[in-house]
């Protein structure tokens, strides 16, 4: 399976609620670079953020449910 970036993030706290309400829309995801990984490098802004990351496979969906849930909170 591979994995393709959905969306950075700043926070573990955000990529979580998009990640919630993705896999609770049948798709299922992976948070990377969360903050225990990097504490080391917590005031290093070259870290990548906090990466949430889908099968390549439910991309197109993942991304079309990430516009609503981002319409919904508007």
């Known amino acids: 399976m591979e994995l393709v970036t959905l969306k950075i993030f700043n926070t573990e706290i955000e990529a979580e609620m998009l990640k919630i309400f993705l896999e609770t829309n049948g798709v299922e995801t992976f ?6 990984a990097n504490t080391y490098n917590l005031f290093n802004t070259t870290s990548g953020g906090v990466q949430l990351k889908v099968s390549e496979n439910d991309f197109e969906k993942a991304n079309e449910l990430m516009e609503g849930f981002y319409n919904q909170e508007a």
């Open 31 to 36: 948070v990377f670079g969360n903050i225990l």
